[in-house]
């Protein structure tokens, strides 16, 4: 019977972006588990019914993202429907989502640096999920004004970062504008007292075509000035000398007439 199962151990929520997976050991051999999801005010639901698996994907159970659940994981032999005894059970900590859920990586929609302004636009994560016409909700359509999203930005190939903060989808913020710049972002709960900061977005980095004299400095002015000095000198010489040898042969031309 019930009392000769293992019941589960080592059970751990992982939840990014309101996608939440159950975890546990061992695998099962000879006997089987089923998920119940409790809540504090909803009705228990079952998932994962009669699994040999070691995980279970509950998240359309948790739609209620503000209750705090836990989790019971039965084991059960299906060959003892008929049986009336409660099955042995584990059960997990307590898990809020709202509260506990990771901040998936944003998205980086677009980024620009002109002059002295780098601007970046972000895309929201997406959950799993739907308003009723079908499509998504972000996570910022659940936290609303809890989230807010930080811009960490420096001088590429320096270690000293600057950040900006928005509740928006937004960033301007000023630079050097003959420096290129990296930067990511991430989400932030700053009403969390654990799991504050978000999964961080890829690093991307600006490419300003910098004017030959940020990089080389006077040296380049230097030489430029001795060409620009050198050209226009051989802008007035030139035309002298063709002046002189166009008189010089005109005078030529004229010599045998005057020996005439």
Same mark, same amino acid.
């Given at each position: 019977?019930?009392?000769? #199962?293992?019941?589960? !151990?080592?059970?751990?929520?992982?939840?990014? %972006?309101?996608?939440?997976?159950?975890?546990?050991?061992?695998?099962?051999?000879?006997?089987?588990?089923?998920? &119940?999801?409790?809540?504090?005010?909803?009705?228990?639901?079952?998932?994962?019914?009669?699994?040999?698996?070691?995980?279970?994907? !509950?998240?359309?159970?948790?739609?209620?993202?503000?209750?705090?659940?836990?989790?019971?994981?039965?084991?059960?032999?299906?060959?003892?429907?008929?049986?009336?005894?409660?099955? #042995?059970?584990?059960?997990?900590?307590? @898990?809020?989502?709202?509260?506990?859920?990771?901040?998936?990586?944003?998205?980086?929609?677009?980024?620009?640096?002109?002059?002295?302004?780098?601007?970046?636009?972000?895309?929201?994560?997406?959950?799993?999920?739907?308003?009723?016409?079908?499509? @998504?909700?972000?996570?910022?359509? =659940?936290?609303?004004?809890? #989230?807010?999203?930080?811009?960490?930005?420096?001088?590429?190939?320096?270690?000293?970062?600057?950040?900006?903060?928005?509740?928006?989808?937004?960033?301007? !913020?000023?630079?050097?504008?003959?420096?290129?710049?990296? @930067?990511?972002?991430?989400?932030?709960?700053?009403?969390?007292? &654990? %799991?504050?900061?978000?999964?961080?977005?890829?690093?991307?980095?600006?490419?300003?075509?910098? %004017?030959? #004299?940020?990089?080389?400095?006077?040296?380049?002015?230097?030489?430029?000035?001795? =060409?620009?000095?050198?050209?226009?000198?051989?802008?007035?010489?030139?035309? !002298?000398?063709?002046?002189?040898?166009?008189?010089?042969?005109?005078?030529?031309?004229? &010599?045998?007439?005057?020996?005439?």
């Amino acid at each position: 019977g019930y009392a000769k #199962l293992p019941t589960a !151990v080592n059970i751990t929520w992982s939840s990014i %972006n309101f996608k939440t997976i159950l975890q546990w050991q061992p695998k099962p051999s000879g006997y089987f588990y089923t998920v &119940e999801i409790h809540g504090k005010t909803s009705d228990i639901k079952k998932k994962c019914i009669l699994t040999t698996e070691t995980e279970c994907d !509950v998240t359309d159970a948790l739609r209620n993202v503000k209750e705090t659940y836990t989790a019971h994981i039965l084991s059960v032999t299906p060959v003892e429907m008929d049986n009336f005894e409660e099955p #042995l059970f584990a059960v997990s900590e307590k @898990f809020t989502p709202y509260n506990q859920t990771v901040i998936g990586k944003p998205e980086i929609k677009n980024y620009t640096q002109k002059g002295s302004k780098l601007n970046v636009m972000i895309n929201d994560p997406l959950t799993p999920y739907t308003f009723p016409n079908g499509s @998504f909700l972000s996570i910022q359509d =659940i936290f609303q004004y809890d #989230l807010e999203y930080k811009l960490y930005y420096w001088k590429d190939k320096s270690s000293g970062k600057k950040d900006a903060t928005t509740k928006s989808h937004t960033f301007e !913020v000023t630079v050097d504008s003959t420096n290129n710049y990296c @930067f990511y972002v991430q989400g932030i709960i700053p009403s969390r007292r &654990e %799991n504050r900061n978000g999964q961080e977005s890829m690093v991307l980095c600006t490419s300003v075509e910098g %004017n030959i #004299l940020d990089e080389y400095g006077a040296e380049v002015f230097i030489i430029i000035a001795v =060409i620009a000095i050198a050209v226009i000198t051989l802008a007035i010489v030139i035309p !002298v000398i063709l002046c002189k040898r166009k008189k010089a042969k005109a005078a030529r031309e004229k &010599e045998p007439l005057n020996g005439v």
